[in-house]
C-alpha cells in the first residue's frame, strides 16, 4: 500500500497552509503525514524503500501539477519535502541510503513519460536534500543532458 497510487493520492491531501501537527486536522491529513514519516524512515534504511519513497512523492507531486496547475504541483513539493522528518544528518547511514534512494527515483521517474520534470527541482534545490551540493548539481545536469534539456536549468 505504501507505494500504490491510492498512497499517492494520499499525499496529494497535503497541504502547507492548513498541515499542523500539533493541531487536531482532518484525518486524511493525519493519515498523509504518517505515510510521508514512515516513508522517510523506511528510506533511510535501504536505498531501495527510499526509491520506493521518492519516487511516490514525485509521482504524486506531477500529478498534482497535472490535475491542478505547476504551481499547485510545486506548493506539495514543498509540503512534502517540508514534512518529511526527522532532518538528515549529513555523512550518515540514512543520508546515504536517502541519497542513492533519491538519485534512482529522479532516474526512474525521468524515464517515465508524461511526467513534468520541473516539479522534481524543490527536491535537488532543498538544503536538505541528502544529496551534497555537487552531486545534485551533477545530477541535474546528468539529467538535463539524458532527456534533452540541457538548454534548460534543473536547478
Known amino acids: 500500500i505504501y507505494t500504490s497510487s491510492a498512497a499517492e493520492r494520499l499525499l496529494q491531501h497535503l497541504d502547507l497552509e492548513s498541515v499542523d501537527p500539533h493541531k487536531s486536522g482532518?484525518?486524511?491529513?493525519?493519515?498523509?503525514?504518517?505515510?510521508?514519516?514512515?516513508l522517510r524512515r523506511y528510506g533511510g534504511r535501504s536505498a531501495h524503500e527510499a526509491s520506493q519513497g521518492y519516487q511516490m512523492q514525485f509521482r504524486a507531486a506531477a500529478r498534482h501539477a497535472k490535475e491542478n496547475g505547476?504551481?499547485?504541483?510545486?506548493q506539495l513539493a514543498q509540503t512534502l519535502i517540508h514534512w518529511?522528518?526527522?532532518?538528515?544528518?549529513?555523512?550518515?547511514?540514512?543520508?546515504?541510503q536517502l541519497g542513492r534512494g533519491m538519485a534512482v527515483a529522479l532516474k526512474a521517474c525521468c524515464a517515465s513519460s508524461g511526467l513534468d520534470l520541473?516539479?522534481?527541482?524543490?527536491?535537488?534545490?532543498?538544503?536538505?536534500?541528502?544529496?551534497?551540493?555537487?552531486?545534485?548539481?551533477k545530477l541535474a545536469t546528468q539529467l538535463a543532458e539524458d532527456f534533452g534539456l540541457l538548454g534548460q536549468s534543473l536547478t
Open 26 to 38: 482532518s484525518d486524511t491529513q493525519a493519515a498523509a503525514l504518517q505515510l510521508l514519516s514512515r
Open 70 to 74: 505547476l504551481e499547485a504541483g510545486l
Open 84 to 96: 518529511s522528518a526527522p532532518p538528515i544528518i549529513a555523512g550518515s547511514r540514512a543520508a546515504t
Open 118 to 137: 520541473e516539479v522534481l527541482v524543490p527536491w535537488l534545490r532543498e538544503a536538505g536534500c541528502p544529496l551534497p551540493g555537487p552531486a545534485a548539481q
